[in-house]
């Protein structure tokens, strides 16, 4: 017994050691990385002109016509914060197209129907991928966005003017708000409105609250007031917005739940029936009915997904 114990303490110590060691390591790490992505691009070029037009570029958008963007898949990739060149995308592409025609012709589907299937497959993955990338780059935003405005509010409490206190944002938030707010503070020393600047960040990332941070900017240059007030009003309401929606989303989580269980179940018992008996399925494909059946219950299950995603997603 007290040999256990002696390992037991030797564990616990090498444990927490080895903890130790790594945030240590992890913190120097993080001291020596740049904030943002935006001050490392500074860091290698000084040029700030330069790195602007870069920003934009990675970003997708045409600094001298940025309205042009006009295409959905564009415009979805550009707010998902994405930075890949045309091969790594024709590659991932391929390289699930690969994957689904494969396990297509080893689930039964072979010829024209796996090719088709396989197509639906990678351009639904591509859709899924952008749709889950963007949501996360505005969750992610959206929940910096009140302590950067508090940063704005008490750099105007101090005295500096607002194209300063946009500017002290870049430096000392990280990605993504903290390239976004770069992007804005060169934008205004370039002379551009910063109504017309906060629109164009609110094209670029998507939030819904970028909108309303327009509007009060946009307002208050129209009529006056206290734009300290004023912005500290909004950073509380947006706290309060993500507040909301947490909640909403852990009250829904249920149906949530349910939705992804009746989408996977129906692949998840095929597979088991024919790795039990191979031979159960043949005759309905031998019949001539299997693709019919297949689409018929594809678009009774997609109904139901979208049933299912009507009730759980609410207003707020």
Sequence with gaps: MPLFFI????????????????????????????LNHRLSLIEQNADRNV?????????????????????????????????????????????VAAASYLAMFFAGFNGLTGLIVSLLVTISAAFGFLYRAQGNRVKKFTAQLPDAIDI????????????????????????????????????????????????????RVGAEELNLLAISLSVQKGSGGNLTEILSNLADMIR????????????????????WFMLG?????????????????VPLWESGY?????????????????VIRKIINFDY
Excluded: W
Aim: with cysteine; hydrophobic share 45%; proline share 2%.
């Design 51 to 95: 790195v602007y037009r870069n920003l934009l570029k990675e970003r997708g958008i045409n600094a001298e016509a940025q309205q042009s963007v006009s295409n959905y898949l564009s415009r979805l990739y550009i707010q998902s914060g994405l930075r890949l060149s045309t091969t790594r995308i024709v590659s991932y592409m391929l390289g």
């Design 7 to 34: 390992y037991f303490a030797v564990f616990i110590c090498v444990l927490i050691a080895t903890d130790t060691l790594v945030r240590t390591a992890r913190d120097k790490l993080q001291r020596r990385s740049y």
């Design 240 to 259: 309060k917005r993500v507040m909301m929606k947490s909640k909403i989303k852990a009250i829904s989580a249920e149906g949530r739940m349910t939705a």
């Design 290 to 306: 299997g693709t019919h059946f297949l689409i018929f219950s594809g678009t009774l299950l997609g109904i139901g997904m979208l």
């Design 152 to 203: 704005i509010v008490r750099s105007l409490s101090a005295g500096h003017p607002l194209p300063i206190s946009i500017s002290l944002v870049a430096r000392e938030t990280r990605d993504p708000i903290g390239s976004e707010f770069g992007i804005l503070s060169d934008e205004l020393t370039y002379g551009i409105d910063i109504d017309v600047g906060v629109r164009n960040m609110a094209s």
């Design 265 to 281: 179940f129906p692949f998840f018992l095929y597979a088991i029936i024919r790795l039990m008996n191979a031979e159960y399925f």
